[in-house]
T-cell receptor
């Protein structure tokens, strides 16, 4: 149980375009999902907390207009990188917690984004 | 704010031997959770083991066990009978009931055949 999927697993796009990444909890409902960014051989950096039915909470230094987060249902959160630039190239990971066990996060497999 | 420190950027172990990865943390909370996650080259984060702070007994999961010292705010991971598949980056993490995790910088473990 507690499986989280991400789509796509990797994406290459041109500079200036927007890219949408989906995060789904497959066998449970997640009122809260988290979005992370990870550079090679570094730790996970929390970008934002996604709450179903309300606005996301962004960490300090993360541009909310650039990284749009929508949590439209209890099983789906999306991260849209708007007007992507090469410096946005990274590995993006989402996670979700099961109801009643908010302290344990289950991670998606991640999405590799390369902006040319 | 909570912090998690992993003082060993890299560790290596001989296959079938035992290795211990260190983690210390800082918090003013009394109720919290600690985790070790494994991130292999595929970069999928895998939960290895979790520990509730209110439990004195150290958690174990097969070859993986922790040494949880609450007063010292230490949470080390011991891997016994190391296998080639254990090679990965390991992250120590702290969490409360709010669900927002704080991660250490990670330790890259190499397993030598």
């Amino acid at each position: 149980g507690a499986v989280v999927s991400q789509h796509p697993s990797w994406v290459i796009c041109k500079s200036g375009t927007s890219v949408k990444i989906e995060c789904r909890s497959l066998d449970f409902q997640a009122t809260t999902m988290f979005w992370y960014r990870q550079f090679p051989k570094q730790s996970l950096m929390l970008m934002a907390t996604s709450n179903e039915g309300s606005k996301a909470t962004y960490e300090q230094g993360v541009e909310k207009d650039k990284f749009l987060i929508n949590h439209a249902s209890l099983t789906l959160s999306t991260l849209t990188v708007t007007s992507a630039h090469p410096e946005d190239s990274s590995f993006y990971i989402c996670s979700a917690s099961t109801p009643g066990a908010q302290e344990t996060q289950y991670f998606g497999p991640g999405t590799r984004l390369l902006v040319l | 704010a909570q912090t998690v420190t992993q003082s060993q950027p890299e560790m290596s172990v001989q296959e079938a031997e035992t290795v211990t990865l260190s983690c210390t943390y800082d918090t003013s909370e009394s109720d919290y959770y600690l985790f070790w996650y494994k991130q292999p080259p595929s970069r999928q984060m895998i939960l290895v083991i979790r520990q509730e702070a209110y439990k004195q007994q150290n958690a174990t999961e097969n070859r993986f066990s922790v040494n949880f010292q609450k007063a010292a705010k230490s949470f080390s991971l011991k891997i016994s009978d190391s296998q080639l598949g254990d090679a990965a980056m390991y992250f120590c993490a702290y969490n409360t009931n709010a669900g927002k995790s704080t991660f250490g910088d990670g330790t890259t473990l190499t397993v030598k055949p």
